[in-house]
């Protein structure tokens, strides 16, 4: 009687799995089917001098962050532009820990300009902190030197922030060793390793953003021909199209600045002459275009 109970299980085994495989199946096609679609245009992102609030230096900082704009540009996804000279010299008391600018200048510039993005960000102070390792009797205390850099992604028409990322790393010693150390040691260290590594980190969930946002932009006339903000920079080609949004209704946020909270879909267009960094296009489908109004890539 045992031996048939064994074998009537080893039997069934093979059905129990079926639904296990089936599931299976089902997970990674429900995964596929609904994968964030991916924009094929590259975001033109305006990247602003790295705030420094560890005392780095600006010949750091500067290294830092055109550091942070190559590995940008590597992604694929984006080509990248430095702040203007003036406006990265007037410098910004308004921006807070986390490096959300509140220069209503630099925003209204790179919108101005056809940026799709702002990125900022900030190194943080070194931070020290002592705490107990090891097993007992062979526990000692150790210095953990802390320094955090926080990134953000801000869209540039809008000044919503797509995404805020704080990486941190550290250099840990005992600290019977520290008294010995050149305190520039830290500094160093911190410069030349620490830091390139922690922007490293940055750039994955960036690459996300940039690849999954949909590329806007906007109709600059529509007088005869439609010249939209989208050029070969971005990777336009001829036949690719724009779904046109004109602006709906209207709300004043604080500071006096107002913001369209909804678009209503006025039309579908194909580019038709590709220039550098702007492009004509041509209706294929409603009317009444106009300069100002809203285009999203169809991908």
């Known amino acids: 009687m045992e031996y048939i109970m064994k074998k009537t299980y080893l039997y069934l085994i093979p059905f129990l799995c079926i639904p296990l495989l089936l599931c299976g199946c089902g997970t990674l096609s429900f995964e596929k089917r609904f994968q964030e679609p991916k924009s094929s245009l590259k975001k033109r992102v305006m990247i602003t001098p790295l705030w420094d609030r560890a005392g780095l230096g600006n010949e750091t900082t500067e290294r830092l962050t055109e550091l942070l704009a190559e590995w940008i540009y590597a992604t694929g996804h984006a080509i990248t532009f430095k702040v203007p000279e003036d406006l990265a010299a007037e410098g910004n008391p308004k921006v807070p820990t986390f490096g959300i600018p509140g220069n209503k200048k630099l925003l209204a510039y790179a919108s101005e300009h056809r940026m799709n993005m702002v990125l900022t960000g900030t190194v943080g102070p070194v931070e020290k902190e002592e705490k107990r390792k090891g097993i007992w009797p062979f526990r000692k205390t150790i210095a953990s030197y802390q320094i955090s850099v926080t990134i953000n992604l801000i869209e540039a028409d809008s000044g919503t922030v797509l995404l805020t990322n704080v990486e941190t790393d550290s250099l840990e010693m005992d600290v019977e060793e520290e008294e010995f150390v050149d305190k520039n040691w830290f500094l160093q260290e911190f410069k030349q390793n ?78 038709t002459q590709v220039g550098e960094t702007t492009s004509f296009a041509e209706p294929i489908s409603g009317r009444r275009f106009h300069a100002g109004q809203k285009i999203v890539s169809i991908d």
């Not at 779904?243 to 209704?249: E, F």
């Open 194 to 271: 620490l830091l390139p590594k922690i922007l490293k980190r940055c750039i994955k969930p960036m690459k996300g953003i940039l690849s999954r946002e949909p590329w806007k932009g906007v109709i600059l006339s529509a007088d005869g021909y439609i010249q939209i903000s989208a050029g070969k920079d971005v990777g336009v080609t001829p036949g690719h199209q724009f779904i046109v949004y004109a602006p709906g209704k209207v709300v004043e946020a604080k500071g006096g600045r107002m913001f369209h909270i909804s678009w209503e879909k006025t039309g579908k267009i194909q580019v």
